[in-house]
């Protein structure tokens, strides 16, 4: 079979520039809370608060004209590459493949270090389940990555060597990462991916971003009551829920957003849909199922429950919340207001003040037919009930893939406009030929 090649491409202004390599050991709390120093775009959404903008001004209507081909860099041997290189001291970082780590000089394209955690030896079936790693992390001269298998792997950023590796899921099970890690308080926070490819139950875990020492672990649903709940928020949790969920995983996998607030020292969590997909089967008596599909407030040091904001209640179509969750200052009648803004893939754009997680804006930004409208006051959906497919069957937008799904979307403070990368496609939901006996079991 022959092997494939991504090109991995560098376009450039015809300025004149200076790259100086470091092992980027000032890259810390202080340099990500900075939305101002635009030397280095050293995290997956540039700074904490996920923004994906430069404060940059170099490049503008008057020269954008002559952007051009500056290297171009194949990286042989990998099935994608999808993952935005962070840039520090003139160097790029970015895996492609299963989860192949990558040095290479900013300036000239040349490959600094290339580091191979030997997924395919010990990934076994896990292997045929993901994308691989969309993104990584970097803190105090060290690059952080998720491989396809489950571990948490911390490299030296100089020398391409690993510094510790933990296995941050079970060695037999259906989970996988696909997302970056994210890195404050000198702790590494990582979710997890596999719903879809087994019973499973979603966590996010941090640890010690020194040493790999596990330090809090909170869990997206409740597990099986008759084993106990870790917290009071799993046992609020499991009120939500019926039927024997746990023997059908329940899902709610944290597999890309995740974003650290410094003003509240709170990390915030966009949790995955449900498993398996259909509420019939995994929650036959209905209920809102959380944390699914939602955005949960974690405190920063101890990983414990804050708040929580349910995009959709009970949902049974996919449309998780793991998309972007980025951290603004908005003027709201006439007064600053510290905001989320998240555009999740059921279609509505959402404005949530971030001390209560209370909704102030959701409106549409893609066509939507699973429900009218969300109302303000008490945060729910006025969903369409045919959209529940009760008859059988129903064509429901948007589909599965979402109106926008992982891709990044960008928040320009300086223009005021966030920019949505969406998708315009319906889906066809039926369970004409789902036996809720054995489904999801």
């Not at 300025?15 to 635009?38: C, I, Q």
């Not at 259909?278 to 929650?283: A, D, E, G």
Request: glycine share 12%; charged share 20%.
């Amino acid at each position: 079979m022959k092997s494939l090649s991504i090109p991995l491409v560098a376009a450039a202004l015809l300025l004149a520039a200076t790259f100086v390599h470091g092992a980027g050991a000032g890259v810390d709390g202080r340099l990500l809370a900075d939305t101002e120093d635009g030397r280095d775009w050293p995290a997956y959404g540039r700074t904490y608060d996920e923004s994906h903008a430069s404060p940059l001004r170099g490049i503008d209507r008057t020269n954008v004209r002559r952007l051009g081909l500056a290297w171009s860099l194949d990286v042989p041997d990998v099935h994608n590459g999808a993952t935005p290189p962070p840039a520090v001291d003139g160097v790029l970082y970015f895996t492609v493949g299963q989860s192949l780590v990558h040095a290479v000089d900013a300036a000239s394209g040349r490959l600094l270090w290339r580091f191979d955690p030997d997924v395919a030896k010990v990934a076994g079936r896990k292997l045929r389940y993901t994308w691989g790693p969309r993104g990584i992390a970097f803190w105090k001269g060290r690059v952080y990555v998720g491989t396809t298998d489950g571990r948490l792997i911390a490299i030296d950023a100089r020398t391409g060597r690993e510094a510790w590796s933990v296995l941050t899921v079970g060695r037999d099970d259906a989970l996988t990462i696909t997302g970056p890690p994210r890195v404050f308080r000198d702790l590494v926070v990582i979710g997890n991916a596999g719903s879809e490819w087994g019973p499973s139950r979603g966590y996010v875990t941090a640890y010690d971003a020194a040493t790999g020492a596990q330090k809090w672990r909170f869990h997206v649903i409740p597990g099986n009551p008759a084993d106990g709940f870790e917290s009071a928020a799993m046992a609020m949790a499991a009120k939500t829920w019926t039927g024997d969920w746990w023997n059908r995983g329940g899902g709610g996998q944290v597999w890309n957003a995740i974003t650290y607030d410094p003003e509240f020292d709170r990390v915030y969590l966009g949790t995955g849909n449900g498993g398996p997909w259909n509420q019939k089967v995994r929650s036959p008596g209905g209920g809102d199922n959380l944390f699914l599909c939602s955005i949960v407030a974690l405190d920063a040091r101890t990983g414990e429950y804050v708040w929580h904001y349910q995009t959709v209640p009970g949902e049974t179509w996919d449309y998780n919340s793991a998309m972007d969750i980025q951290l603004a200052t908005l003027t709201i009648d006439g007064a600053p207001r510290k905001v989320i803004l998240h555009a999740p893939k059921n279609g509505f754009f959402y404005v949530l003040d971030r001390a209560t997680g209370r909704p102030i804006s959701a409106e549409k930004f893609a066509k939507v037919t699973w429900a009218e409208r969300i109302d303000l006051a008490t945060g729910r959906p006025v969903e369409n009930p045919a959209a529940r497919f009760d008859d059988g069957e129903e064509l429901v937008w948007p589909s599965t893939l979402g109106a926008h799904n992982w891709q990044p979307m960008s928040w320009n403070r300086w223009t005021g406009l966030v920019y949505i990368p969406t998708l315009a496609m319906p889906g066809l939901f039926s369970d004409r030929t789902i036996d809720r006996a054995t489904s999801g079991a």
